[in-house]
């Protein structure tokens, strides 16, 4: 009903977050990552993977509400909300669908961080190596 | 089947940029992740659904089953318009701006 509402959302928050932290790191910590000649991709765009899985997965999902009449481009926008019985409805969809849908996307993220940090350790440990020898 | 078109999208798109990778200047990446995006959030519609009504969910009817795949193909069309339209915006060969300054050029 109203499930991709809730990625959506969190997609909002991750954007904010990653613009935070590249502000942030373009005034601090940027020359301290090309000081220690270390091979480290930065969160912000790490975080940015979370932010582009969120949206488009969202933005198709909205597309598929539109097309069952679930929302329309006229306010209240979310046919639920015309009576409190589907309101009810479209609420429990949020919270179990939709968390789980945020949930598993925010997991499957996790997964990719952690290939990404063994890819980065495999890097540095050759690179070290390599100057070792 | 709109999970299934997904899916099949969110694979053949990731091949292809897989194929140029690092290199990403058609901004492939942009379906690969709109496609894994939504195939992700329509695994956990799907598995609600199987939870709901059990082993019917994989005996969808005719009709649903063709409104689904116009669904999925629909998604997918809309999913090309957004990337072309990235594509153009971000201009990563310059090729947009060469051709509206040699117009101008041309004008003059």
């Not at chain 1, 940015?48 to 949206?55: C, I, P, Q």
């Not at chain 1, 479209?90 to 940090?117: D, K, R």
């Not at chain 2, 090309?80 to 971000?90: C, D, E, R």
Request: aromatic share 10%; glycine share 4%.
């Amino acid at each position: 009903m109203a499930c991709f509402i809730v990625p959506a959302v969190e997609a909002i928050v991750t954007t904010v977050a990653s613009k935070a932290i590249e502000n942030k790191k373009t005034e601090t910590s940027y020359a301290a990552e090309v000081v220690n000649e270390q091979v480290k991709i930065p969160f912000s765009r790490k975080l940015r993977w979370l932010t582009n899985l969120l949206l488009g997965g969202s933005v198709l999902l909205m597309f598929e509400h539109l097309w069952h009449g679930e929302i329309v481009p006229w306010f209240p926008f979310l046919t639920a909300t015309s009576n409190p019985q589907d309101t009810v409805e479209m609420l429990h969809e949020m919270a179990t669908a939709g968390v789980t849908m945020a949930l598993l996307t925010t997991a499957i993220w996790g997964v990719m961080l952690l290939v990404a940090h063994i890819v980065e350790t495999k890097a540095n440990s050759a690179e070290n190596s390599e100057d070792n020898a | 089947m709109t999970l299934l078109v997904t899916v099949f999208a969110a694979v053949i798109s990731t091949v292809i940029w897989y194929k140029n990778a690092p290199d990403d200047e058609m901004k492939l990446s942009v379906l690969c992740w709109m496609f894994w995006g939504s195939s992700i959030m329509w695994t956990v519609d799907a598995v609600f659904e199987y939870v709901e009504i059990g082993a019917e969910f994989f005996r969808p009817s005719f009709e649903d089953m063709l409104n689904d795949t116009y669904l999925g193909i629909s998604v997918i069309a809309l999913a090309l318009v957004i990337w072309i339209v990235v594509l153009l915006i971000k201009d990563p060969k310059g090729a947009v701006k060469k051709t509206l300054l040699n117009n101008e050029k041309n004008k003059k």
